[in-house]
């Protein structure tokens, strides 16, 4: 049983969600900033662990970055629109994704413990189009009708937000269709809010058939906190492969050290890179792209000094491909 207010959850409700308390709190005068004034629709919200992984003094710090909001998220762009990779098009059922063979992806809530400014799916309509408790029957009908399914990945929004009780319910539903063989997490948590990562929840999340994998999310080494260390250590000890995506983002990890400390520090805590995926051209994240050809230059660069191992695949998502593109 959940207690009725554990930790993380107190951790989460005194998250920042004030521009003002969060400069303060990082000793920087926001007048200096060209912030974003009204933000209602995508607020600012980042725990305060995160936070703790951020230099003080340092407006352009790379954790910042990702969480700030700019005005240059008003700029448009051309090409940048609310639904960059076909998300919309690739709807099966309420809640569930079905692009690739083999695969489907849930979009279990729309929530996350932390707003990416730059993130794909800012403009989601999740209240439509989240795994809702009265749609799992639907999804997992879904589900067992496709016997070429092998994997689920669970998705949001963030997965690890749901109460225990209703992943729980979730996972069982899931483990219980014979024909899939993996259960994929897709979270930003263990980053973010390593206290997430509880004894109760690492139980529900290991099976004894059906393998877990617990693709991380972080962008920057600096992310990779001593706590996160621990949280990775732990859902090690639990026989959960651990792999991350990041996203290439200018100013915050568009440079070959970043990039490359990036890799080694994964390693060092039990986690392997996956992807490092192209900018989606989400409306009002324009100001955060890397153009391919320079992204391209820093993978090389990589594959110059890392074991093929710590070289993460740099890809993009294009609609209505059949699996992400690879861009070298
Ligand atoms: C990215 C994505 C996946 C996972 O792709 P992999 O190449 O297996 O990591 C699956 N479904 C959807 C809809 C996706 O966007
Ligand atoms: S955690 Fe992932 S889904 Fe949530 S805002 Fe960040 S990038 Fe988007």
Not at 147 to 159: A, K, M, N, T, Y
Not at 188 to 207: A, Q
Not at 272 to 291: C, K, N
């Amino acid at each position: 049983m959940n207690p009725p207010f554990s930790s993380w959850q107190r951790e989460l409700a005194e998250a920042f969600s004030s521009v003002d308390a969060l400069c303060r709190h990082l000793q920087i005068e926001p007048h200096q900033l060209p912030l974003l004034e009204d933000f209602k629709q995508f607020p600012l919200r980042v725990p305060r662990g995160f936070v703790d992984c951020m230099r003080k003094g340092d407006p352009n710090d790379p954790l910042l970055r990702q969480v700030l909001p700019l005005a240059a998220e008003l700029e448009s762009r051309e090409g940048y629109d609310g639904d960059p990779v076909g998300d919309l098009d690739a709807v099966a059922e309420t809640g569930v994704l079905h692009k690739y063979h083999g695969r489907v992806l849930l979009i279990v809530t729309g929530g996350c413990a932390v707003h990416c400014r730059y993130c794909f799916r800012r403009n989601f309509p999740y209240d439509e189009l989240q795994l809702s408790n009265g749609k799992i029957d639907e999804a997992l009908a879904y589900i067992e009708s496709h016997r070429e399914l092998r994997e689920v990945i669970l998705s949001g929004g963030d997965p690890l937000l749901i109460s225990d009780i209703k992943l729980q319910r979730l996972l069982t539903g899931l483990r219980g269709l014979k024909h899939i063989e993996r259960i994929r997490i897709h979270s930003r948590i263990p980053v973010v809010l390593p206290s997430r990562m509880t004894d109760n929840l690492l139980n529900i999340l290991t099976h004894r058939d059906t393998r877990t994998i617990l693709v991380l999310h972080a962008n920057h080494a600096n992310e990779l906190s001593d706590a996160v260390a621990d949280a990775c250590e732990r859902l090690r000890q639990h026989n959960i492969t651990l792999l991350n995506q990041s996203v290439l983002l200018r100013g915050v990890n568009d440079n070959l050290t970043a990039l490359c400390d990036l890799s080694e520090r994964l390693f060092n805590i039990g986690v392997l890179p996956y992807y490092l995926h192209s900018l989606d051209h989400a409306t009002g994240t324009g100001h955060f792209e890397v153009s391919e050809s320079v992204g391209k230059q820093l993978v090389r660069q990589m594959q110059g000094l890392l074991p093929g191992y710590l070289v993460p695949k740099f890809v993009k998502e294009q609609a209505g491909a059949h699996h992400k593109l690879p861009l070298i």
